[in-house]
């Protein structure tokens, strides 16, 4: 047989196709149960089921067989699917970082905003300049923000970012200088949230609360992705709120005049 096709030999007098995304070397697949998966590509990991899936936003993978990917470090971030490496992940433009300078993760919401490692002054700041930086750095939305010399960390940094303007909550309505005439008690403190029903996960590419996909579930809030239910287990999509709502999946009766041939329902 060719590469990527099996036969049980006998008097067989074709070869059958692996299913998409599984191989085996010419002339071994006796049986489909020969074909295995595919290694996949940079920027991908491999589900057992479903094949090479591409990495979720601010994720990395080498690919081949690795079934997981690697969250980049904080403050860094990489497009869904294109990470390789961790050098794959750059600086995001905006980060909030606390009183020892630490980038904080998505499941934190407040911080020290800061613009390329620079502080931002509160000149012309308003809710909608919070609403469009909280969306830039993959929040939901911002609940309040505040200026001060309040932390340690602010005497040892520029300011980088001043008159920040939006007429809208996306970063693409704003205006901004780069050249500041602030004090560090101008220095915007930031806090991201409305956070996202159970069942749904903050989408960063689309910038929306989206349901959860089949089978998998979500405790809402800044989750930026949905935990599969365990195997052999399944949920609707968009009601899963945590995985005891998983429940198992039911067996058909065989179909009459067969031994085994019963199928997974939800």
């Known amino acids: ?57 601010d994720q990395w993978s080498a690919g081949g067989f690795e079934e997981s990917c690697t969250p980049c470090p904080a403050g860094k971030g990489v497009e869904a699917g294109t990470g390789t490496s961790e050098s794959s992940c750059t600086w995001n433009m905006f980060v909030l970082v606390n009183g020892v300078g630490e980038y904080v993760d998505s499941s934190h919401t407040e911080g020290l905003l800061l613009f390329h490692g620079q ?24 609940t309040s923000w505040k200026n001060g010399d309040l932390l ?37 403190h930031l806090t991201c949230g409305e956070l996202c029903p159970e069942g749904q996960y903050w989408d960063r590419i689309n910038k929306e609360c989206s349901n959860c996909p089949e089978d998998q579930w979500s405790s809402g809030g800044l989750a930026t992705s949905c935990t599969p ?25 065989p179909i009459p005049n067969t031994s085994m041939n019963l199928e997974w329902v939800k």
């Not at 909280?134 to 911002?142: Q, V």
């Open 1 to 57: 047989c060719p590469v990527d096709q099996w036969s049980a030999g006998g008097f067989e007098e074709s070869c059958t196709p692996c299913p998409a995304g599984k191989g085996v070397e010419a002339g071994t697949g006796t049986s489909e149960s020969s074909c295995t998966w595919n290694p996949c590509s940079g920027g991908q990991y491999l589900d057992q089921v479903t094949g090479c899936q591409n990495c979720p936003v």
């Open 119 to 142: 502080t931002v002054c509160d000149d012309h700041f308003d809710l909608n300049s919070a609403l469009a930086i909280c969306r830039e750095m993959g929040y939901p939305g911002a």
């Open 152 to 188: 340690l960390i602010q005497s040892f940094l520029a300011t980088g970012l001043d008159d920040v303007m939006c007429s809208s909550d996306n970063w693409d309505s704003c205006t901004h200088t780069t050249v500041e005439n602030c004090s560090h008690d101008e220095d915007v």
């Open 229 to 253: 239910c365990p195997e052999g287990k399944g949920i609707g999509s968009g009601s899963g709120t945590s995985e005891s709502s998983c429940s198992w999946c039911e067996f058909l009766d």
